[in-house]
């Protein structure tokens, strides 16, 4: 059974970083794509940042130099280290794995940049 779970999420102030972490289950997360997406209130969920099976990154244009993604296969784990975060990040964090076509979601974790 496909299993995702994320943490890592608070409350921090501008500027401050935060790590977000996807652990998997039920499948081996380096032989697939993985992929972090954000939904604000009011908005639609949006692409954040992926990791394909090569290793090879993207970021969407908004957190790109701010934002850095990285896999752990021993672990199992996809990381979202997020810095230099601004209000405009206040979103509940999701990951995604693509498998055989299908979209297999985690419950989300809480991103909240305040002061």
């Known amino acids: 059974q496909v299993q995702l779970v994320e943490s890592g999420g608070g409350l921090v102030q501008p500027g401050g970083s935060l790590r977000l972490s996807c652990v998997a289950s039920g499948f081996t997360m380096e032989y697939y794509a993985i992929g972090w997406f954000r939904q604000a209130p009011g908005k639609e969920r949006e692409f954040v940042a992926d990791i394909n099976v090569g290793g090879n990154k993207k970021y969407a244009g908004s957190v790109e130099g701010r934002f850095t993604i990285s896999r752990d296969n021993a672990e199992n784990t996809v990381y979202l280290q997020m810095n230099s975060l601004e209000p405009e990040d206040t979103a509940v964090y999701y990951c995604?794995?693509?498998?055989?076509?299908?979209?297999?979601w985690g419950q989300g974790t809480q991103v909240t940049v305040s002061s």
């Open positions: 995604r794995a693509r498998i055989l076509r299908q979209n297999f």
